[in-house]
């Protein structure tokens, strides 16, 4: 069975970090692209990051490069995004996603692409 947990959403002040994790299935880990994205009120949702099924390639939106990076742990089946220097406009609903068959590219697959999604977790910031 395919899930997504996400976790690690909260409050935190302008640049300041705080890490997101995304406990995955086991089959996700091994043969599916895993991206980040996020929907801020009112906004389309967009994709943050990716990090391709062998674990070797990731790829950042360019609103937060330099800022996120996305990692795996691929014994716990986890996938984490470390975002640091957050600004308010960071303000969104994360979401972890999986899809088999998503290119994970500088352009980062579009959401249509991702067929399995976790709940989402609040991540906002204050000034």
């Known amino acids: 069975q395919l899930q997504l947990v996400e976790s690690g959403g909260g409050l935190v002040q302008t640049g300041g970090s705080l890490t997101l994790s995304c406990a995955a299935s086991k089959y996700a880990m091994d043969y599916h692209v895993i991206g980040w994205f996020r929907q801020a009120p009112g906004k389309e949702r967009e994709g943050v990051s990716c990090i391709s099924s062998s674990g070797k390639y990731t790829n950042y939106a360019d609103s937060v490069k330099g800022r996120f990076t996305m990692t795996e742990d691929s014994a716990n089946n986890m996938v984490y995004l470390q975002m640091n220097s957050l600004k308010s406009e960071d303000t969104a609903i994360y979401y972890c996603?999986?899809?088999?068959?998503?290119?994970?590219?500088?352009?980062?697959?579009?959401?249509?692409?991702?067929?399995?999604w976790g709940q989402g977790t609040q991540v906002t910031v204050s000034s």
């Open positions: 996603a999986s899809s088999p068959s998503a290119m994970c590219t500088t352009q980062l697959s579009d959401r249509y692409e991702y067929e399995y």
